[in-house]
């Protein structure tokens, strides 16, 4: 008789390992996300343009290397990347802009005020 892949995770862990696995590495990502911007603010207090332009273009570079090695090995397809590029051009934007405004903000503003500042804009500052 065979067996059931149903509820098997990678390796041979359940799903709900691999979930948790998961939502730690998010969570230990973001944390250090946090802290590494706070550190970068300091000596580049007077530079916030700089550094949100410097983590932007870093970003882009990040995502792009892993979007070709995906289309490389098949996993993204043609018709996935003709999807109409505007929606995505104007996201990335307003994105960019809340990066440079949350940084001119985070230069400024003292610890505490910065998470309040995030929760209520909804931009990842």
């Known amino acids: 008789a065979g067996t059931s892949a149903a509820g098997a995770g990678v390796g041979g862990r359940s799903i709900g390992t691999d979930v948790a696995l998961a939502t730690a590495a ?16 300091v000596p580049l207090r007077q530079y916030p343009f700089f550094l949100a332009q410097f983590a932007t273009f870093g970003y882009v570079v990040v995502y792009f290397s892993i979007l070709f090695f995906r289309y490389q090995a098949g996993h993204v397809t043609d018709e996935m ?8 051009i104007l996201i990335g934007l307003l994105e960019a802009l809340a990066a440079a405004a949350g940084m001119s903000a985070g230069a400024i503003l003292s610890g505490a005020s910065i998470p309040i500042l995030s929760q209520v804009g909804g931009s990842s500052v």
């Open 26 to 41: 998010v969570v230990a990502t973001g944390t250090a996300n946090r802290v590494l911007y706070k550190l970068a603010l």
């Open 81 to 88: 990347l003709s999807l109409p590029q505007k929606p995505f």
